[in-house]
Structures are given as C-alpha cells and as structure tokens.
C-alpha cells in the first residue's frame, strides 16, 4: 500500500495492519515517529531503548503494513542513513467494515493464518 493506507482495507490489508500494531513496540514506533517526526534507526533506537536489529525488524513489519515509508539517503559523512516516517493513516473499523474485510480475504491470507495457527 503506498501513500497511507485505505479508510476500509480489504481483508488482507486489515489483517497486515492490525498484526502490525499488534506488538507493543510498534504501537511505541508509531507513537515516537508521530510525536517526533521522521527519524533514522539509531536515534530512535536510542529514544525507545531497543536495540538497532530488533527496531529494524519492526520497521520493515511496519513498512511492510503501509503504516512507515522508509527513505535511504546518504548522511554528510557519506554514510548511507534509512529514515522513516509514518505514513497518514485512517482506518474506519466497524463491525459492518470487519465483515467486508472479512469477505475479501485471499487464500493466501487463508494458508497462512492456517500455519500460524499451529
């Protein structure tokens, strides 16, 4: 999903999300990125307190959702610097907009949600 996600995400979209924002550190993630605007992994693996490889990993969960657009750029000392930001988001959830995701989910979605389950 790029440019923020859908006010009514289809199933699969609602799925990525909501198991995106499941996890405490990314909900502090987003928390961070909005109050403090658009930062580079080490300072805001510094600011949350968490090391660099497991805020990566979250980011990309993030990113990979729609919730954080990641961007590399090269820092003055000509080291490369990934920056993130979040991504405006509004998300209409009812329980009508659950049963319209609900309906949409792929097979894909379906196999996966098998083999988690186990």
């Given at each position: 999903m790029t440019g923020g996600t859908a006010p009514h995400p289809n199933?699969?979209?609602l799925l990525r999300i909501l198991a995106a924002l499941g996890n405490p550190h990314r909900l502090?993630?987003?928390a961070a990125l909005t109050e403090g605007g658009r930062d580079y992994v080490s300072s805001l693996a510094r600011e949350?307190?968490?090391g660099r490889p497991l805020l990566h990993m979250?980011?990309?969960r993030l990113e990979a959702a729609g919730l954080v657009t990641g961007s590399l750029e090269?820092?003055?000392d000509g080291k490369?610097?990934?920056y993130f930001e979040v991504t405006p988001f509004a998300i209409g959830l009812t329980p009508?907009?659950?049963a319209r995701a609900a309906a949409t989910i792929t097979q894909e979605e379906k196999q996966t949600?098998?083999?988690t389950a186990k």
């Open positions: 199933g699969d979209e502090r993630i987003v949350l307190g968490i979250h980011l990309q090269q820092a003055s490369a610097v990934k009508e907009a659950v949600m098998k083999e």
